[in-house]
């Protein structure tokens, strides 16, 4: 009798040959997420033992603190905010579906990739007016801006579209992207959200995604002048500048609190035409004056930094003749709640 024929070996071939592999056991559709209803990406496993994909969670999350399927509360693992990835399952689905996990993989790569176009459907929070280097504190709460600022940080993009609602329209032509900077979510899932703005943008396009709203928009760039134009429009600046300051040191008891909260007015920079969206301080000025929605988009739409300016000194000048203003100040110590 050889080896090959020893009863022990054979038996052992021959259970090998019909031990049935995992991949034979299990099919795709019992790696899929009853959520999206595709392969799991990056599952999370809950307390109550029910697996989904990471993102499908926290987004039925959003809406409520229950376990979608079997409807136990998940108020405590939602505010421990630790959802940590099911690691055998990924190995399983690595080792039994390599090539469909490497589709689910390029499929999320790609929606990534969509979500961090800043030109085509950006994101458009529709709450209220911002403006270029002015910052702007929220209080995030509705499920889809939850959706929108859990997306901003993943993409890394920290980046979305502000515009302020206009009646007839679901938000206004023109905005301002504004950059997350610090982020700080609360137990029951709310969050504030401190961002800061960045460059004006128009409206070519509005459309929708997962129920917030999207736009294509272009970037609006200040025209630059030079030679005797460019001396002029530093004329301009220098004294309607100068406005401004008086404006400050001569203000009531509503414009020192604004000022207290919002610091100074901004210096003057030495190229007023350095950046696209002309010198900070317009925008910290147009952010505090009390004006009409409809004349802060005008001056916030135009492209002729002298046309802001010019519209600036009048503005100026006549509250500084004793126009009464400041029961119109707003107060701004408030967050722009959503
Ligand atoms: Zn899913
Ligand atoms: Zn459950």
Same mark, same amino acid.
């Given at each position: 009798m050889g080896e090959e024929t020893s009863p022990d070996t054979a038996a052992a071939k021959f259970s090998h040959r019909h031990q049935p592999e995992l991949k034979d056991l299990l099919s795709v559709s019992d790696l899929e997420c009853s959520l999206c209803i595709r392969m799991f990406f990056e599952p999370v496993t809950t307390p109550c033992g029910h697996t989904f994909c990471k993102e499908c969670l926290e987004?039925?999350?959003?809406?409520?603190?229950?376990?979608?399927?079997?409807?136990?509360?998940l108020r405590e693992y939602l505010k421990a905010g630790k959802y940590n990835p099911t690691l055998l399952l990924m190995e399983i689905m690595a080792a039994t579906f390599p090539a469909q996990l490497a589709d689910r993989k390029r499929v999320h790569e790609a929606e990534m990739a969509e979500l961090s176009n800043l030109s085509?459907?950006?994101?458009? +929070?529709v709450c209220t007016m911002s403006f270029p280097g002015i910052p702007c504190p929220l209080h995030?709460?509705?499920?889809?801006?939850?959706?929108?600022?859990? #997306?901003?940080?993943?993409?890394?993009?920290?980046? +979305?579209?502000?515009c302020m609602y206009e009646n007839g329209k679901s938000f206004a032509d023109y905005g301002c992207m504004l950059e997350i900077q610090r982020m700080e979510f609360l137990p029951d899932g709310r969050s504030l959200v401190d961002t800061i703005g960045r460059r004006r943008f128009r409206v070519l396009r509005r459309g929708h995604r997962d129920g917030y709203n999207t736009a294509d928009i272009e970037y609006l760039e200040d025209e630059k002048v030079e030679g005797e134009e460019l001396a002029e429009l530093q004329?301009?600046?220098?004294?309607?500048?100068?406005?401004a300051q008086? +404006?400050?040191?001569?203000?009531?008891?509503?414009?020192?609190?604004?000022?207290?909260?919002?610091g100074p007015l901004p210096e003057k920079e030495? !190229?007023?035409?350095?950046?696209?969206?002309?010198?900070?301080?317009?925008?910290?000025?147009?952010?505090?004056?009390?004006? !009409?929605?409809?004349?802060?988009? #005008?001056l916030f739409a135009t492209t002729s930094l002298r046309a802001r300016l010019t519209q600036l000194k009048h503005i100026l000048t006549g509250i500084l003749q004793g126009r009464e203003y400041g029961h119109h100040l707003a107060d701004l110590s408030t967050r722009g709640r959503i």
């Open positions: 987004r039925s999350l959003d809406h409520r603190p229950n376990c979608p399927l079997c409807k136990q509360s085509k459907n950006i994101p458009i +929070f995030v709460f509705e499920p889809r801006y939850r959706l929108m600022m859990r #997306r901003c940080q993943e993409t890394g993009t920290k980046m +979305f579209g502000m004329r301009l600046h220098e004294c309607t500048y100068q406005q008086q +404006f400050c040191e001569h203000g009531d008891a509503t414009l020192r609190q604004i000022l207290l909260h919002r030495e !190229d007023i035409q350095a950046t696209k969206d002309g010198p900070a301080w317009c925008w910290w000025l147009i952010s505090i004056l009390p004006l !009409d929605p409809s004349d802060q988009l #005008r």
